[in-house]
């Protein structure tokens, strides 16, 4: 009875840590992301979690990272129009709808995530995401993919 027990306590941890529907990407102090491409599958994961991990030490005032959804079309429009938003609204113009999904900014050390709303988005759809800290969408970009 026990063993049973155990073996479902193993079954039911391993289930809740398989988590597919999640994506990873670091940034670090020399202002760059360790992919430049990521792709998501619209029929297994309607929703997918992007955690952005600062593996820096630099603080988010001089070596911020966000990391930012939109069409690749909208990537340059947005960065430019949240240049002068400012570190507490995370270098993003307010409310605006070409945002499709973003995190906050962080500083070294430290993790963040968000949540894309891949059923919304477009398969085989151009998006791109990148970090709106000024000066850093040039090289902090990368391909976003969605795939059937
Ligand atoms: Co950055």
Redesign the pocket.
Same mark, same amino acid.
């Given at each position: 009875m026990k063993s049973l027990l155990g073996l479902f306590m193993v079954l039911f941890a391993g289930n809740v840590m398989a988590n597919d529907c999640q994506l990873e990407i670091e940034?670090d102090d020399m202002?760059k992301f360790n992919q430049t491409s990521l792709s998501v599958s619209a029929a297994s994961c309607p929703k997918v979690t992007v955690v952005l991990k600062h593996v820096g030490k630099l603080p988010a005032a001089s070596?911020? *990272?966000?990391w930012v959804l939109t069409k690749t079309a909208d990537l340059q429009p947005v960065a430019t129009a949240g240049m002068g938003a400012g570190l507490d609204k995370n270098y993003l113009p307010e409310g605006d709808a070409r945002v499709l999904a973003s995190t906050k900014?962080i500083g070294g050390g430290e993790t963040t995530e968000t949540t894309v709303d891949v059923a919304a988005l477009e398969v085989g759809g151009d998006y791109s995401f990148f970090?709106?800290?000024p000066g *850093?969408w040039a090289i902090?970009k990368g391909g976003f993919s969605v795939t059937e």
């Open positions: 940034a202002m070596m911020g *990272h966000n900014v970090c709106s800290f *850093h902090m």
